[in-house]
Each structure stands twice: as C-alpha cells, then as structure tokens.
C-alpha cells in the first residue's frame, strides 16, 4: 500500500509538474453540433430567398394578363386606359363636347365592352398557355388603334358640324336682317300708298265738285263748238303744247279747238280747251252715248 500511495503521489506530483496554460482541444461530437447548426441556417436562407423569387418573378413565356381600366366622366379623362406589363399604357381620349353623336358613341362604347368582357374571359381563365394570351393581346391591340382612328373621325365630325353650325347661324343673322329691312320697306311703301290714296281722294273730290259748277256752261261750249270744217287753232309761239295748260301758257286766252302733242303720242291730236274755268287750260272730254 505504501508503494501504491507513493505511486499515488508520484502521479500527482508528475501531474502538478505539467504546464497549466495549455488548451484543451474539442471534442469530436462538439464539431458535428456546430456544421449541422451553420447548414440548417442556410438552408433556411436558401428557402427564404427561394420562395421571394419566386413570389415576384413571372414564369418564362408567360406575360401577366393587361390591366383595363375606364376613366371618370371628365372633360379630359380617357375612356379607356390599358396598362400592360412593360408599363405602357394605351389611352383612347374622345371629347365628350361633340353634339348629336349619339349613335356613333353608342357603337365605340359598344366596341368598348365587347374588347372589356374579352379581357374579363380572358382573365378568369388563368390556365390558358402563352400562345393563346399573345393572340388574344394582339387582337386588342389591333382593335384599340382602330377604335383610336374612329374617335379621331368623330372629332373631325364634330368639328365639321360645329363649322356648320356658325355658317347656319351667320346666314340666319342676315335672313334676318334682311327680314327687318324688307319691313320697313313695305311699311314705308303702305305709307306712301296711303298718302298718295288721300292725295287721289281729293284729286276727286275737287273735280267732282268743278264738274258739278261747270257742266253747263260746258254743255254750252260744246255746243258753240266750230264744224269740223274749222281749222283748229295753233300757239302764237309755234311750239308743240303737250294739253291745254300749255296752250293757255302760251298765251291763249279763248275756248276752242287746238292740236296738242302729248309726249306718248308725238303726232298730235285735236282737243276742244276750256280757257275759262277755275283759270283755264281744262282739256274737255265729251261723253258719247
């Protein structure tokens, strides 16, 4: 026993003769720990990123389906806005001032919701394959242009009708203009009518009431008349009196028969003058019956 406790003590006395500062290396089952815990770790990284990408990346060969969308009833607001998934947008504007166009926008709106209620199948059918959205988008797009080009038609006719209008309403402002002056023409012409009917009233009246004082002393006269055989009297000037004024203004003086020359028949006539009454120079017409 005593040879075991001096091996005893001799094994620490060897043990206490070691360095104290030198590390103790890990153990195997320490190591194995650590590399499993740094894979799981990056495997969920891996998975993390994995399912990121895949959340925000499209399949290749497919494109997201065209967003579609119409504008408010504004004065400049587009009636139909399609956003595609490069960012480009196609709008189709119309001016919603054209008047009488109803039958035209009613077809460009019906246009409108045939190409809406495509996109609308088109879109609640996601297991259709690429081919077939790329037609689809190609049929839009060539329907969008053309419904484009009959906005800008419809422009042009509104324009044009518009132009009309004002042509319409110039011609109108001189129809009327024309109307007022007419009017008055013919209100000034019933005033002078009915001037002159006035002036010929009196005209009658006073040659009525002359023929009553003078028809029989002009009865007489017609009797004291010359023959036919008479040569009828001529102006002392030698002029060609047109009635029985100019004759007296020449210096005639007595009743009788005198050749006249009357501006609208230049070969003269005989006429029987009244040189006496209300001053002379009455050209007397008998009555036959």
Known sequence: MVNDRWKTMGGAAQLEDRPRDKPQRPSCGYMLCTVLLALAVLLAVAVTGAVFFLNHTHVPGTAPPPVVSTGAAGANGALVTVERADSSRLSIL????????????????????????????HQAQPQLVGDQEQELLDTLADQLPRLL????????????????????????????????????????????????????????????????????????????????????????????P????????????????YSVFPTHYPAGFQVYCDMRTDGGGWTVFQRRE
């Open 94 to 121: 119309i001016d919603p001032r054209c008047p009488d166009l109803t039958d035209s926008f009613a077809r460009l709106e019906s246009a409108q919701a045939s190409v809406l209620q495509a996109l609308t199948e």
């Open 149 to 240: 080009a009959r906005a800008s038609e419809l422009q042009t006719e509104c324009m044009g009708l518009r132009k009309g209008h004002g042509t319409l309403g110039q011609g109108l402002s001189a129809l009327q203009s024309e109307q007022g002056r007419l009017i008055q023409l013919l209100s000034e012409s019933q005033g002078h009518m009915a001037h002159l009917v006035n002036s010929v009233g009196d005209i009658l009246d006073a040659l009525q009431r002359d023929r009553g004082l003078g028809r029989p002393r002009n009865k007489a006269d017609l009797q004291r008349a010359p023959a036919r055989g008479v040569r009828p009297r001529g102006c002392a000037t030698g002029s060609r």
């Open 242 to 257: 047109r009635d029985c004024l100019d004759v007296l203004l020449s210096g005639q003086q007595d009743d009788g028969v």
